[in-house]
């Protein structure tokens, strides 16, 4: 079984800034890419930004030149570094991964953490 654990959400003024982390744990003998996705009330939940094994990262047009994205292979953890926040950021924040176990590939994740940014 594999398990996705964020952490570092909460509420923050605009312009401030939050660090969000996501530890993969389980038995895994791979993890590929791993992103951090969003969904605000009422909408659909959308790709923030993505990392590959390789250290290749993508970002959504919204974010770019604000977030950051960075993973530590030793630890299974992914990062999203948020700097500048805007009230249009306030969503729930969710981790996903691409993970290969023994018994194959497939795609988990986390529970999701808040993210509030006040105007």
């Known amino acids: 079984q594999v398990q996705l654990v964020e952490s570092g959400g909460g509420l923050v003024q605009a312009g401030g800034s939050l660090r969000l982390s996501c530890a993969a744990s389980g038995m895994i003998f791979m993890i590929n890419t791993m992103g951090w996705y969003r969904q605000a009330p009422g909408k659909q939940r959308e790709l923030v930004a993505d990392?590959?094994?390789?250290?290749?990262?993508n970002y959504a047009d919204s974010v770019k030149g604000r977030f950051t994205i960075s993973r530590d292979n030793a630890k299974n953890t992914v990062y999203l570094q948020m700097n500048n926040l805007k009230p249009e950021d306030t969503a729930v924040y969710y981790c996903?991964?691409?993970?290969?176990?023994?018994?194959?590939?497939?795609?988990?994740w986390g529970q999701g953490t808040q993210v509030t940014v006040s105007s």
């Open positions: 996903a991964a691409d993970i290969t176990l023994l018994a194959g590939t497939g795609d988990y």
């Open positions: 990392i590959t094994s390789r250290g290749n990262t």
